[in-house]
């Protein structure tokens, strides 16, 4: 294993096919949170994605039955929020500007910012049991890259239905609704399968000038949107009395009680 693709404590990264290849896996079963340890080092991993040319893609997938519930909901919190939603958003923005063709393999579980990392890929495998949702309205918040990366990925109408309701979607929902690209019984052979056969035989610089043509839009989006939407989410939705109501629920599991304000 390269220095380019080295693995920390909750994040372990393993170099396949001479290093054409990144296996990266979520290591902290079984949740997988996407929580601030976690954030910096795939950031670390996605900006040496970026400086390493011959890489012709990435794996992603959570370790043991579930990719990730979702962002740390601690971290959520006033005390910690502006610095969190900063790194998390910095470290998406670091995957969708390393131009490295990525592929998702999903199990179980995925939620919140475990989704709107898996929304980024470009083509997702998802086992039978697989779940995705958004559910942030459950914990009177919103998603702000998965307002954007939803809505780019399935249409404005099925991105408000998962955004809005916060549901979670059973896997032939999530494929009829383009969320995700095939169900299968091992996600991650097949999304090394993919990689082998579309990816390996064509040139890492041609794929990546490929990754920036088909999302010129969507990196545009992101550089010009997101900022407003952390806007809204840190001086607006944090001083609501029902986003507080909502997290500070969640973390001593209880019921909201919603102000409506």
């Not at 919190?77 to 969708?96: D, E, R, V």
């Not at 998702?104 to 697989?130: K, N, P, S, T, Y």
């Not at 399935?154 to 032939?172: I, M, T």
């Not at 607006?236 to 209880?254: I, P, Q, W, Y």
Request: charged fraction near 25%.
């Amino acid at each position: 294993m390269s220095e380019a693709a080295t693995s920390s404590d909750v994040v372990r990264v393993a170099e396949l096919d001479g290093g054409a290849v990144w296996h990266v896996v979520l290591a902290t079963p079984k949740a997988n949170i996407v929580d601030s340890p976690k954030i910096r080092a795939l950031h670390a991993i996605f900006l040496r994605a970026s400086r390493t040319p011959a890489l012709k893609a990435i794996v992603l997938e959570g370790e043991g039955a579930h990719f990730s519930y979702g962002a740390s909901v601690e971290e959520h919190l006033p005390a910690n929020c502006a610095a969190m939603l900063a790194s998390l958003h910095a470290m998406l923005q670091a995957l969708l500007e390393c131009h490295v063709p990525c592929l998702a393999a999903v199990r179980g579980q995925c939620l919140g910012g475990g989704l709107e990392l898996v929304a980024l890929c470009h083509r997702i495998f998802a086992a039978r049991d697989a779940r995705l949702g958004q559910p942030e309205t459950v914990l009177g918040v919103f998603a702000p890259v998965g307002s954007l990366a939803l809505t780019e990925r399935l249409g404005r109408g099925a991105a408000e239905d998962l955004l809005l309701s916060g549901r979670s979607l059973l896997v032939e929902e999530a494929r009829a609704l383009g969320l995700v690209d095939e169900v299968v019984e091992d996600p991650r052979a097949a999304a090394l399968d993919y990689a082998r056969k579309h990816l390996l035989p064509k040139s890492a610089s041609s794929l990546r000038f490929a990754v920036r043509a088909a999302r010129l839009s969507l990196e545009e989006r992101f550089r010009h949107e997101l900022p407003r939407l952390e806007k809204l989410y840190l001086e607006e939705l944090m001083h609501s009395a029902d986003a507080l109501e909502g997290l500070d629920a969640f973390v001593t599991k209880r019921p909201p009680r919603w102000r409506n304000a």
